[in-house]
């Protein structure tokens, strides 16, 4: 199977002609709610990153 556009020098000057730019987003969700990010920053976040040092050696996850 073959990627939709080349990944070739041709490719990305075409891509760029046509105003596209590799996985950048163009604008914001409209249903994104900053109250509810700033709550999980604060709440979730925290405990993710103490959680991220507890893999044994028996882990799958290195």
Known sequence: MRP???RT???VR???RLGWSPQVPQR???ER??????????ETWPLA???RG???HGSACR
């Open 9 to 11: 020098a041709q490719g």
């Open 33 to 42: 709610d900053e109250e509810a990010i700033a709550t999980w920053v604060k």
């Open 54 to 56: 507890t893999r044994t």
């Open 49 to 51: 990153e103490q959680r």
């Open 4 to 6: 939709a556009w080349p």
């Open 28 to 30: 914001r969700a409209a």
């Open 14 to 16: 075409s891509r760029h």
